[in-house]
């Protein structure tokens, strides 16, 4: 099997960011329902399928396997929560045609009054 330069470039990122074991990863991100702590295997699901958006589109969480042993970085956790934040976030409110045609109009009294 060859290795794509994708993956060196992986390797080389999460080494220079500080690679943790998935437990350590699962440790950092504490307790998320009823006080109890994020397991490691979850952290491990999130490397082998990722998570599904709205969208489509899945999220994995970039890991490395080293020593017989997945590893990540917590930057790369971090941007893996924010992906799906991201993507969860409500889209910007749509300008209403009243409001779009008043800014409009603001607009062009504006350019009268500079000269244009």
């Known amino acids: 099997m060859a290795v794509t330069p994708a993956t060196i470039d992986l390797i080389d990122c999460l080494t220079a960011e500080g690679l943790i074991p998935l437990a ?3 440790r950092r991100l504490g307790s998320t329902r009823r006080t109890r702590p994020v397991h490691p295997s979850t952290i491990n ?16 969480l970039e890991a490395i396997r080293s020593g017989g042993q997945w590893q990540t ?7 893996y ?12 409110a749509a ?3 009243v409001r779009r045609r008043r800014e409009a109009e603001a607009a062009e009294r504006e350019l009268e009054q500079m000269g244009a």
């Open 24 to 26: 350590e990863a699962a």
């Open 45 to 60: 699901r999130w490397v082998m399928h990722g998570h599904r958006l709205k969208c489509g589109r899945t999220v994995r």
């Open 73 to 79: 970085s917590w930057p790369a956790v971090r941007r």
């Open 81 to 92: 929560l924010a992906a799906q934040t991201e993507a969860a976030a409500p889209p910007a």
């Open 95 to 97: 300008r209403s045609p």
